[in-house]
């Protein structure tokens, strides 16, 4: 029996991958909003932390898209990378600019 055959009707790893990629942004912003006014440097570490999981949630579902195709597979994972990419930029962007001042 393949592997494949004995989870028949669920869904696929790379499918849920790449949806958890751009969900977990969207977790992100609204984790961020929420923790902004607790502790802006505990925000700061969940985003980053979330940020760099959701990234390689997107990068590994590429991988898979090649072996299990790529319908439903390619888009949620480049929109996923694509928007944590931005936000990790971000990050950094906001970090050296915190740096510079302190200096």
Do not use: H, Q
């Not at 004995?6 to 790893?13: K, L, M, N, Y």
């Not at 319908?71 to 971000?90: A, F, K, S």
């Amino acid at each position: 029996m393949e592997p494949s055959a004995a989870v028949a009707g669920s869904r696929s790893r790379g499918k849920t991958l790449a949806n958890a990629s751009w969900i977990l942004f969207l977790g992100l912003v609204v984790a961020n909003s929420m923790l902004r006014r607790l502790s802006p440097a505990l925000a700061d570490l969940v985003v980053l932390a979330g940020a760099l999981t959701a990234l390689g949630a997107g990068v590994a579902a590429l991988f898979y898209a090649r072996r299990e195709g790529r319908r439903g597979i390619v888009l949620p994972g480049l929109i996923g990378i694509c928007l944590n990419g931005l936000l990790l930029l971000i990050f950094v962007a906001n970090l050296m600019a915190v740096r510079n001042a302190a200096r």
